[in-house]
DNA sequence: CGGCATTTGTTCGTATGTATC
DNA sequence: AGATACATACGAACAAATGCC
């Protein structure tokens, strides 16, 4: 609302999808852009350079800014989404069960792990991904308490994110992502329909917020059959 | 050299690199940046906007810009970096062969693979990637030939990307990259040193020069045990 | 608590450079 | 050559968050 340059980028990013520009077409001009939203060219470049840099548009010097063919963000994880909305953009029908939900503190070992203040509490929940009937991704999460108060399993059945940036208003910053495959725990072949296999594809998150605080760690172990990891980058 | 802001992003991704500024660590505001330079604020900013989208530094509002802990960017694909240049970063001495070095015609069949025009011709090229003298990864690239003309098995044996930009003087734009999970191939257990390993993780590479043409499909078959993806986000 | 200085965030207007057509 | 379009750069003003006194 607040922000004009958003409100540009939003509105542009919205008649891409929508098809008012397709693939390969020409958007209008930044001058052009400067007249229908009537503000500064400043403003519409950097609308621009926000959907440039999430791979919608391409702009040439001296030509234009094109649409790009965008067939697949779906299922990206660049950018930071929660699984939910990960869910929605993909049209994908994931069901979410919590099997697990506890407190406890973190002692020498999981810090490490988690990266996580050692004596710090935090919520640890189990949560399955289910799609199809299949069970195909153990999300093991830990959450700063001081950070995600009052979390309870319901709001962590519906999205957490949404409840700590709407309910809570707690601005998250940044997340750093490792990807890799390990072989598959008790665990995982407990919770998961692991047809035959014994590894699993685990997606380690350390999310901060904006502060520059850690308040998340978070494993993604994904049957490898069904994993996908889309990403889009620009040459710098 | 021409372009300012790329200056300042250099000389303070150079200086954080030394250890003039560690983690943790508050940078000079963006007016001392000004004076420092001799520049605008709007270009200190564009420099510091770059250094916060590599996870190099984190911008508060009213307090500052801080360093932050970049223990591991080691590896990452994020942002596009070819694989000498990866191999630079990381300090590791990768070892590169070429197993094959052909020119052929892209077919129906292909081109649904490589999303490179029918009927155009490519270089075809096989390269392993030797660590520790253990075969690990096993690139299969193919170029757009009218794109990467008169190029070499010599050339190939360093870096494609760099005789692209320097020699050709050609711009490369961006990239659309998925990850997976494949069955091994025959081709895998041939060339790679497997263990008892029967799946490979595949990184699949759609390169586009800056016009927006693909010039580039490249699939990077990883060993899985020695496979890793490191990326950061920014909440958006 | 208010008030003030500092710092980053947003927006505007303008000028100049450079690529394309 | 001239018009159009994106890229870079400067300067100015105000908003919003923070910290200090």
Redesign the interface.
Same mark, same amino acid.
């Given at each position: 609302m607040n922000i004009k340059y958003i409100d540009i980028y939003e509105t542009i990013k919205g008649d891409i999808a929508s098809g008012k520009y397709k693939p390969g077409e020409k958007l209008p001009s930044e001058n052009d852009y400067c007249k229908i939203f009537s503000t500064s060219r400043g403003t519409v470049r950097k609308a621009l350079e926000?959907l440039s +840099?999430e791979?919608l548009v391409?702009s040439?010097h001296g030509k234009g800014a094109?649409v790009?063919d965008s067939n697949?963000i779906t299922f990206s994880?660049?950018?930071?989404v929660s699984f939910k909305e990960a869910s929605e953009n993909s049209n994908r029908d994931f069901i979410t069960s919590i099997h697990m939900f506890e407190e406890l503190t973190i002692d020498e070992e999981l810090s490490k792990v988690t990266k996580l203040p050692k004596g710090s509490t935090v919520y640890k929940i189990y949560r399955i991904r289910e799609l199809n009937g299949e069970k195909i991704i153990l999300d093991i999460n830990y959450f700063l308490k001081e950070a995600v108060y009052n979390l309870t399993k319901e709001i962590a059945k519906q999205s957490i994110y949404e409840y700590i940036e709407k309910t809570l208003n707690t601005?998250?910053? @940044?997340?750093?992502? #490792?990807?890799? #495959?390990e072989a598959a725990t008790l665990k995982d072949k407990e919770n998961l329909n692991m047809k035959s296999y014994n @590894?699993v /594809?685990v997606v380690k998150n350390y999310v901060y917020l904006?502060?520059?605080i850690q308040f998340e760690y978070t494993e993604s172990r994904h049957r490898? *059959?069904r994993? +996908? @990891? /889309? *990403? @889009?980058?620009?040459?710098?």
């Open positions: 926000m +840099e791979g391409n040439l094109f790009l697949l994880f660049g950018g930071l601005k998250i910053g @940044f997340a750093k992502r #490792v990807i890799k #495959v @590894f /594809v904006s502060n520059g490898p *059959d994993f +996908e @990891f /889309v *990403d @889009f980058a620009r040459r710098r």
